[in-house]
Every structure is written in structure tokens, then in C-alpha cells.
């Protein structure tokens, strides 16, 4: 299994401009989690799927991000507008069952917001 | 200007001895908890996991321990290796293990 992929590995982009951050989970997964890592403020949960289906979002930081899971191998996270604060790696994880289980990382997004 | 980050505590040990990474946690609620690895570029890798409802829990070379009394996690790692820096996380779930958080992370550095 080649496990949880996420691409792009780097994004450089403007103030001001969209970004998507695509991830596929791992095959027969049916939880997908996004977190963002900052020095900042560490591992941060941001929003959680199950079975496509979002069920926390109290991590998503305002209106400017968005995550959809339009089907099971596939999810996107949106930032629009794009902000020099939103600089951070963003890590997509996949998990089985529950919560609880074990969650597989992707090697995640570094974005840089100019 | 420069911005203010996380200091992460940094525990430096010498090839072959024993390193003991330690976490508070902050639920006293918290019915689970796992141990996860991140190497520099990488994602978190899963270690070990240790439910509330026990004290201790081996795997290889790892140990992890739980103090409930005191809200208190460790990772005691036998014989540390060159390959085990990294940066080393408690993360603890809640509400039926609904809900999860990170701590901010320990850095391991061993000395060749």
C-alpha cells in the first residue's frame, strides 16, 4: 500500500490567492483527518471525516478554509483567500474504524503564503 | 521580524542508553492514548498505544506508562538509537475517542 498521499509536497504562493491541498487516504480507510502544524501552536486538529461525511470542523480557523471528501479516496482543503498566517505543513491522516485507531499520515503540504 | 515559536523540549541521550520522554496531559477524562513519532520532513508515525484502563504497555524497545493520579504519560525507549531522533508526541482522545490532541511535541537528539 503506497499509504496516505497528499500533493502537493511544497506550495509557494501570493497573499491573497487560492489553495488546494489534495489528499488520498489509505484504501478501506473510512476516517480522513487535516491538521495543520505551525511552530506556533504545534499539531492542530482542523477537521475530521467519516465516511466522506465531515463530523468536526471546530478546528477550521475561520471561513477561509474549507475541506470537502467528495468520495472515499479523495479530499481536498481550501484556503481562499490565502494569508501569510496560514504558512504552515498541513498533514492529511487516515484511520479505520474509529477515531481512536491508528492514524497513518501523509508526509504532508509545506505552504508558504508571501 | 523573527516569530516566537514553540520551544519544544529537547532530550539529548547517547547511543545505547535509555531515554524516558514524558507528557502531561490535560483531560483527566482521556480514555486513550498514543505515541507518535515524527522525523524531520516526515509525518507523525504511530509508536504505541495504551488504553485508560491500564498502567503499562511494551512493544519493542518502547515502553509506555500511564499515571492517571497525576495525568502523566511516558515513552521509555531501551537502548536508544541514531535512528530514533526525532520529534515525539502524546496525542489523548476523548468523548469515546471522538476527540484528539496533540501535545506540542519532544524532541529526541542521540549522540553517537
Known amino acids: 500500500d503506497a499509504g496516505v498521499i497528499q500533493s502537493p509536497r511544497h506550495e509557494v504562493t501570493e497573499m491573497g490567492q487560492e489553495v488546494t491541498l489534495r489528499c488520498k487516504p489509505i484504501?478501506?480507510?473510512?476516517?480522513l483527518f487535516w491538521y495543520r502544524q505551525t511552530m506556533m501552536r504545534g499539531l492542530e486538529l482542523l477537521i475530521y471525516f467519516n465516511n466522506n461525511v465531515p463530523i468536526d470542523d471546530s478546528g477550521m480557523p475561520e471561513d477561509r478554509f474549507s475541506a470537502k471528501m467528495p468520495n472515499a479516496s479523495f479530499s481536498t482543503l481550501k484556503i481562499q483567500p490565502s494569508e501569510p498566517r496560514d504558512s504552515a505543513v498541513y498533514f492529511c491522516a487516515s484511520s479505520f474504524g474509529t477515531v481512536g485507531n491508528i492514524q497513518y499520515f501523509g508526509a504532508g503540504t509545506r505552504l508558504s503564503v508571501l | 521580524g523573527e516569530s516566537v515559536g514553540l520551544h519544544l523540549p529537547t532530550l539529548s541521550v547517547q547511543e545505547g542508553d535509555n531515554s524516558i520522554i514524558n507528557c502531561a496531559y490535560s483531560n483527566s477524562a482521556s480514555d486513550y492514548f498514543i505515541w507518535y513519532k515524527q522525523e524531520s520532513g516526515k509525518g507523525p508515525q504511530f509508536i504505541i498505544d495504551i488504553r485508560s484502563n491500564m498502567d503499562k504497555r511494551q512493544g519493542q524497545r518502547v515502553t509506555v506508562l500511564l499515571n492517571k493520579t497525576v495525568k502523566h504519560l511516558s515513552l521509555q525507549i531501551a537502548a536508544t538509537q541514531p535512528g530514533d531522533s526525532a520529534v515525539y508526541f502524546c496525542a489523548e482522545l476523548t468523548g469515546g475517542y471522538q476527540k484528539v490532541t496533540f501535545g506540542i511535541g519532544t524532541k529526541l537528539q542521540v549522540i553517537p
Open positions: 484504501s478501506g480507510h473510512d476516517y
